[in-house]
């Protein structure tokens, strides 16, 4: 990578950071006008969270739309001129679109559908679906494409990566997607945990492409990185709005194909640390407690997702979310320094 890539990414992602902060108060109140509210069901609320029930939700156009609109801008020479090289930059962006979309119908559908009493969006058969042909496209496309680092797997010590078969290689991404999908969403429980956690994600992955030369997809993740920032300007305690799952659902699965598209996916585990952690802890709770007896059964956390367990505890929202973003930080620095072995 030429030395004046990484500085111009790292503006980029300023820029896009002023760029969301400008438009995010107007677009707060088209939120507002347009009676987005979040709807959370009662069983689910904790003690101190009454106040967020009606806090406008489907922030995450506030991430994807700059994201998709400087991406495209500034790629789209190369997307008509560097042949697949260049039109690679298409596949995060398919990927962030699409789960957007299907984020934006599940939050619609539980604001204004027929079970938005309850606080709940489409069918959970519906969302995996919809996830599967997502994510099953996705990978499928790379591995016909022949893209960088498909149907390949990078292993820390190993100096190249090794290739796996085509039938392998495949079910593992649409599980990488979909899997880095929902632990996001689901980490999607508290005051600028999602955001932050996914934007130190981001920046973890854009150094690594940028030791690989991957100048289009090193600015799409310091672009991503920006407006994650941008919107946690509202988002931080006490939330203007929330992402919704336009955004949680969108933010992982592209983490997800990016760690795929950097060969680097065997370090998105520690990269991803706190999102993993939230899906297993609610893995471990469902089999736990069903294992011991539903709905009576003993439970190993307080409440999962795991943030909510914590929270139930002596650490406060705050404490949680930045006790949480320290962990990610050092985990995405021991996931570059893995990279680097």
Not at 287 to 295: D, S, V
């Amino acid at each position: 990578m030429e030395v004046s890539d990484l500085p111009f990414a790292l503006t980029l992602g300023s820029f896009t950071f002023v760029l969301v902060v400008m438009w995010g108060e107007p677009f707060v109140e088209m939120l507002h006008r347009l009676r987005l509210g979040k709807q959370i069901r009662q069983a689910e609320i904790l003690p101190g969270h009454q106040h967020k029930r009606g806090t406008p939700t489907m922030g995450g156009i506030i991430i994807v739309v700059p994201t998709l609109a400087l991406t495209v801008g500034l790629n789209l020479a190369a997307l008509i001129r560097e042949g697949l090289t260049g039109q690679s930059i298409l596949i995060p962006l398919f990927v962030l679109v699409g789960f957007a979309l299907l984020g934006a119908w599940d939050d619609l559908e539980g604001i204004f559908g027929r079970t938005a009493a309850l606080g709940e969006g489409i069918s959970a058969r519906a969302k995996f679906l919809a996830q599967f042909g997502l994510a099953g496209a996705t990978a499928g496309t790379m591995s016909l494409a022949g893209v960088q680092f498909a149907d390949t797997i990078s292993i820390p010590l190993f100096t190249e990566p090794i290739p796996i078969p085509a039938w392998l290689w495949v079910p593992l991404a649409v599980f990488i997607i979909i899997g880095t999908s929902n632990a996001v969403n689901l980490t999607d429980g508290m005051d600028g945990l999602a955001g932050i956690i996914t934007a130190t994600a981001f920046a973890a992955y854009g150094i690594i492409a940028s030791m690989q030369d991957q100048t289009f997809l090193v600015q799409f993740c310091f672009i991503l990185v920006g407006a994650c920032f941008g919107f946690l300007w509202y988002n931080a305690k006490p939330a203007q709005m929330f992402m919704g799952d336009t955004g949680s659902l969108a933010l992982g699965a592209a983490l997800g194909t990016v760690a795929l598209m950097t060969g680097q996916w065997l370090l998105l585990p520690i990269i991803a640390i706190i999102p993993v952690a939230e899906a297993l802890s609610v893995m471990i709770q469902v089999w736990y407690t069903r294992l011991t007896g539903a709905p009576m059964g003993k439970r190993i956390f307080r409440r999962a997702p795991l943030h909510h367990h914590f929270e139930m505890g002596t650490w406060s929202e705050t404490q949680v979310v930045q006790r949480f973003w320290l962990v990610g930080i050092l985990s995405a620095m021991v996931g570059i320094a893995l990279m680097l072995l």
